[in-house]
Nanobody, 127 residues
């Protein structure tokens, strides 16, 4: 059973930073494309970023480009989401997810393309 666990969420002021972590158990993250998604109250889950398993290419939603950075630590079997210049509209539960087969480029930030999900970590941006 593939298991993902997110951590690193919390309360931060606008303009601040957080780093989210995604840890895996019982499988190697390197083999999977890993995505970060978020869901705010009353809204649909949306894709934030992903990192491909094939060529390590990265993808970002327009709303976070230039502010968020996704990365892998192969030695630790972890994926991170560094979030800078946070805004109140970034407030949401953040999830990491994994899929073995790299989705088509136009689907890489679509939640339905991912097979395994963590339980989420809350990020609140507020003064």
């Amino acid at each position: 059973q593939v298991q993902l666990v997110e951590s690193g969420g919390g309360l931060v002021q606008p303009g601040g930073s957080l780093r989210l972590s995604c840890a895996a158990s019982r499988f190697t993250l390197d083999d999977y494309t890993i995505g970060w998604f978020r869901q705010a109250p009353g809204k649909e889950r949306e894709g934030v970023s992903c990192i491909a398993n094939s060529d390590r290419s990265t993808y970002y939603a327009d709303s976070v480009k230039g502010r968020f950075t996704i990365s892998r630590d192969y030695a630790k079997n972890m994926v991170y989401l560094q979030m800078n210049s946070l805004k109140p509209e970034d407030t949401a539960v953040y999830y990491c997810a994994a899929v073995l087969v790299l989705p088509n480029s136009w689907e890489r930030l679509q939640p339905g393309e991912y097979d395994y999900w963590g339980q989420g970590t809350q990020v609140t941006v507020s003064s």
